[in-house]
């Protein structure tokens, strides 16, 4: 009886199996292979062509910070990660370092008759460090129908009970009903320099006339640490008064 005589496999068939087989499967092997130049290059000729062909189809699991691999572009501009937009932090202002107060009423004041400057309305902040203050005061007014004559209404802002002008009759307020003009209002906005610590600003009046009917008024401050303004409170006024 004849018998068959199998073939065995060539060793660059053997080779280019197991390449392939790591190729496709992914998986890891230590194994010996022949030293052989053309086995080399059989095996790598195999699995190079295993990988082209089941690349399209391949797919890699998200790894936990994947998704931000995209950044990695910018990694040499850690060296700057003290910084925001290149600047330092001392460009910048903390949310402390600013601060705006106020208060205001509409409760009314009849009669006001009062000669000397009173408070009608006041704030106090605390700054949190040297700098500045934009301080407004507003107050609205009537000529009070139960004096005879006219109504004339000084006012003035003051920080730490101190005038911000100098000139007591900078701003001032007139109303006359037998004239045709029964209510007014006014205004006035300065810059002062401050020093960290409590501080009061407010509105102050004094009557001129024969007498108001105070409506509304209200002061505001707003701190910042840098600005300008007069070096001192109360500043001069540009000419003398005549009064």
């Not at 910018?74 to 202002?93: C, E, I, M």
């Amino acid at each position: 009886m004849l018998t068959r005589i199998r073939r065995l496999p060539s060793p660059a068939l053997v080779i280019s199996a197991i390449a392939l087989v790591v190729a496709v499967g992914g998986g890891t092997f230590a194994f010996a292979i022949s030293d052989n130049k053309k086995d080399k290059k059989i095996a790598k000729k195999v699995a190079n062509k295993q990988i082209k062909k089941k690349a399209p189809n391949l797919s890699v699991n998200r790894a936990n910070t994947a998704d931000d691999a995209d950044h990695a572009t910018n990694a040499d501009h850690a060296t700057n990660a003290d910084k925001v937009g290149g600047q330092a932090p001392s460009a910048f202002l903390g949310s402390g370092a600013v601060r705006a107060d106020g208060d205001g009423t509409s409760t009314f004041i009849d009669n006001f008759t009062t000669p000397t400057f009173t408070s009608l309305v006041s704030k106090t902040f605390t700054a949190p460090s040297d700098g500045f203050v934009y301080l407004t005061g507003s107050i609205s007014t009537e000529d009070d129908n139960s004096i005879t004559g006219s109504a004339q209404l000084a006012f003035r802002l003051t920080v730490d009970g101190n005038s911000i002008t100098a000139d007591d009759f900078a701003h001032e307020i007139s109303a006359n009903t037998a004239a045709g003009v029964e209510s007014a209002s006014g205004s006035t906005t300065a810059v002062v320099p401050v020093s960290a610590g409590s501080h009061t600003v407010a509105l102050q009046a004094r009557e001129l006339g024969t007498g108001d009917f105070i409506r509304g008024r209200e002061v505001s401050a707003l701190f910042v640490p840098n600005g300008s303004g007069p070096a001192t409170i109360p500043y001069s006024p540009n000419g003398a008064s005549n009064r």
